[in-house]
């Protein structure tokens, strides 16, 4: 099994299309097959149902991805290491971050990391607060950013940020305009909620229970902010997001802010302690703690 064959599993099982892995890989399309069909015929598996012109993962598929993510990742950063001894600072620092920390935190701060470290390359993966934690003990990821509560002592957790909580809710809302809403009519609403997972979802239930609240009904559950936001706008009752995702659409007068007051939350940083934190990585985070 050689490095190339992963990045090309990776490619195609992203994509879940030959064609396009081939195209993005610079590669032809039996080149690919070829090594697609190498790694099944080597292990004597099938990594790919074969649906038409289209092709799936199998469940074997699936498992071998993580995997394979996570030795591509530990490849690239000992090449990484190797960059650095040699005293350049060049190479593919990967990361993983919280849907809120990914959409409105993270990009202005990338933006000033590449004017200060231009031959790094940084690739970013997007999930929410467990994933992410879970692609730093992995190796998958050299750091990562969340705004949920993480309790994994293998993990190292670095302040960053304050973020506020909202609760917001559409124009017809019982609760638009309505003043000051107390916790005890918090259960009167359907509540539309990202998943299980989701640092938001999780701060705000550990709020609930520290106020003796049942949990809410969820009339709905969907994958992101956005997907959220515009359920409430729809009127499908109320949801809790971060001020930073909320601020666009009450600005345009789309949503209005309920008034429950909800304490602030932290976005930090999550890095392997066992692990070699380049220089690249560290760079990064001494941006991020700059005032």
């Not at 709905?220 to 936001?229: F, I, W």
Request: charged share 20%; proline share 4%; glycine share 8%.
């Amino acid at each position: 099994m050689t490095l190339e064959q992963l990045r090309i599993f990776l490619a195609v099982a992203e994509r879940e299309h030959v064609t396009r892995a081939a195209e993005a890989l610079h590669l032809t399309q039996s080149a690919v097959s070829a090594a697609i069909r190498a790694l099944e015929g080597r292990h004597g598996i099938t990594l790919f149902h074969r649906v038409g012109r289209r092709i799936e993962l199998t469940e074997e598929g699936r498992i071998f991805r993580t995997e394979a993510a996570a030795v591509l990742a530990r490849a690239e950063a000992a090449e990484l290491v190797l960059s650095e001894l040699g005293g350049t600072l060049r190479g593919t620092l990967r990361i993983q971050a919280s849907q809120t920390v990914a959409s409105y935190w993270l990009p202005p701060l990338l933006v000033r990391f590449h004017q200060a470290c231009p031959a790094v390359a940084v690739e970013v993966g997007a999930g929410n607060t467990t994933s992410v934690a879970q692609a730093v003990l992995e190796g998958s990821a050299e750091l990562g950013f969340v705004e949920g509560e993480v309790e994994e002592p293998a993990l190292s957790q670095t302040v960053l940020a304050r973020d506020q909580l909202v609760v917001v809710v559409g124009l017809g809302h019982p609760w638009a305009g309505a003043g000051w809403i107390a916790l005890s009519r918090l259960p009167e609403t359907p509540w539309i909620m990202r998943e299980a997972g989701s640092g938001t979802r999780a701060a705000f239930e550990g709020l609930l229970k520290e106020w003796g609240l049942s949990p809410l009904r969820v009339a709905l559950e969907l994958p992101s902010n956005e997907a959220v936001l515009a359920a409430v706008e729809a009127g499908g009752g109320a949801t809790v997001v971060s001020e930073r995702a909320a601020g666009p659409h009450l600005a345009a007068g789309l949503l209005v802010r309920a008034g429950v007051s909800l304490p602030p939350r932290s976005f930090k940083a999550l890095r392997h302690r066992e692990r070699y934190a380049s220089r690249a990585s560290r760079a990064l985070l001494e941006l991020a703690l700059e005032k």
